[in-house]
Structures are given as C-alpha cells and as structure tokens.
C-alpha cells in the first residue's frame, strides 16, 4: 500500500472531494430503522502523517468483533 500524503495535501484532497457531492435531504426511513451516523477521524502524528480512528466491535451485539468507523445513533435535532 502507498503511504499517505502529507497532512495539507490530503486535507485539500479530502475538501475537494467532499465539495463534489451532491448534498441530498434526508431519506424517510423504513418502518423500525433510525437515522445513524458516522464520522472520519483523520489526525496527524508528531512527524505530520495522517492517520485515521477505527474501533472494533464487541464480542457480542450487533456485528459482533467487526472493525468499523465511529458511529451511532444520530439524535434528534
């Protein structure tokens, strides 16, 4: 795997592509489903090279030992 550009550039990179989406409203939601979230942690280290925050599931619950992006319900408001 290629490493990763430098902290600026990929901030640039990750702003410029970000700004091609097309905003959508919200979907309505199927009977019995929530609206979620989730976010992108991109930080930098002391030497500037970016990382990002993953967390693995538990053992148990729903996708159980599962490595995923931060997340969760999204509340009201």
Not at 27 to 46: F, Q
Not at 51 to 58: A, D, E, F, M
């Amino acid at each position: 795997m290629a490493p990763l550009p430098p902290m600026d550039e990929l901030r640039s990179r990750v702003t410029a592509n970000l700004a091609g989406f097309r905003r959508q409203g919200a979907l309505p939601l199927a009977e019995g489903l929530r609206h979620a979230a989730v976010t992108v942690c991109v930080l930098e280290d002391d030497e500037r090279g970016p990382y990002t925050i993953v967390i693995k599931r538990g053992a148990h619950g729903r996708n159980p030992g599962q490595w995923a992006l931060p997340g969760g319900r999204l509340a009201d408001g």
